[in-house]
Antibody
Framework: EVLLVQSGAELRKPGESLKISCKGS????????IGWVRQMPGKGLEWIGM????????RYSPSFQGQVTISADKSISTAYLQWSSLKASDTAMYYC??????????????WGQGTLVTVSS | EIVMTQSPATLSVSPGERATLSCRAS??????LAWYQQKPGQAPRLLIY???TRSTGVPARFSGSGSGTEFTLTISSLQSEDFAVYYC??????????FGGGTRVEIK
């Protein structure tokens, strides 16, 4: 079974840094793009960016470029999303999701369970 | 950036009735479109990819159609477990990958 398991909920103060994780299992981690998606409270889905763990090729949405960093450690089949200085507006649920076909960027399947990030003083 | 527009924002349907959800792209995405279902407190789940192909395990009452800029998700006979929010997503032109704003299907 293909699974993505994300790290637990986080509570941080504005200005703090954070790195959340997404561990893949049940498939060849290096062969599929993994994307990150934000969902702010009560709102829709927004694509943040993606990484190809095989060679660490990374792409970002223009809306998130410079605001977050996506990385991966293929030795432990884990992708990361990190912030260097959080803002209250970063409060959201963050999902990782694998792209459905090897080496191609397409639909997302499956999704991780989500990591809730709360930024509050 | 390709803008995806879903309509209606909310659809009120009685159990057993048919639901028709629309998704429009600001430019052609060919058949490179997916549909997801999201229930409260859960991650999205893939229903349809390539505009009309059901994902593994998705019931046959879900069907997708369309190409270019106009797409439809049809639920032929709504069951209680189908009341949820539905999103479309294009993957023809990126970055960025883009989602529609969602359609909430609620009980009438």
């Amino acid at each position: 079974e293909v699974l993505l398991v994300q790290s637990g909920a986080e509570l941080r103060k504005p200005g703090e840094s954070l790195k959340i994780s997404c561990k893949g299992s049940g498939y060849s981690f290096t062969d599929h793009w993994i994307g990150w998606v934000r969902q702010m409270p009560g709102k829709g889905l927004e694509w943040i960016g993606m990484i190809y763990p095989g060679d660490s090729d990374t792409r970002y949405s223009p809306s998130f470029q410079g605001q977050v960093t996506i990385s991966a450690d293929k030795s432990i089949s884990t992708a990361y999303l990190q912030w260097s200085s959080l803002k209250a507006s970063d409060t959201a649920m963050y999902y990782c999701a694998r792209h459905g076909v090897q080496q191609l960027v397409n639909w997302f399947d499956p999704w991780g369970q989500g990591t809730l990030v709360t930024v509050s003083s | 950036e390709i803008v995806m527009t879903q309509s209606p924002a909310t659809l009120s349907v009685s159990p057993g009735e048919r639901a028709t959800l629309s998704c429009r792209a600001s430019q052609s995405v060919r058949s490179n479109l997916a549909w997801y279902q999201q229930k409260p407190g859960q991650a999205p789940r893939l229903l349809i990819y390539a505009a009309s192909t059901r994902s593994t395990g998705v019931p046959a009452r879900f069907s997708g159609s369309g190409s270019g800029t106009e797409f439809t998700l049809t639920i032929s006979s709504l069951q209680s477990e189908d009341f949820a929010v539905y999103y479309c997503q294009q993957y023809n032109d990126w970055p960025p990958l883009t989602f529609g704003g969602g359609t909430r299907v609620e009980i009438k």
